[in-house]
């Protein structure tokens, strides 16, 4: 599913906004999200999941091709916890 698919849905869904409108709200939720996650913060949405930006500290790896010895520098990562509605939804 696209960002315009999931428009289309919220305009046929939804009465009484223009497709123009249903696309800003879809942009304005995205929008908000990421500013939440940029801050570190978590997002918890109800009957859904959990959106969780996790920091990794630096560690020794190998190239696979040379078997080189890199450093993977530390970075933060965005992981995602299914609530038990929606694992229950997707295992039934």
Known sequence: MTKA???????????????????DIVETVFETAKKTLEKGEKIKISGFGNFVVRDKRARSGRNPQ???EITISARRVL??????????????
């Not at 992981?79 to 039934?92: D, E, G, H, I, Q």
């Open 66 to 68: 040379t078997g080189q």
């Open 79 to 92: 992981t995602f916890k299914p609530s038990l509605v929606l694992n229950k939804a997707l295992n039934s």
């Open 5 to 23: 698919d999931i428009v289309d849905t919220v305009y046929e869904k939804v009465g009484g906004f223009s497709k123009k409108e249903a696309a």
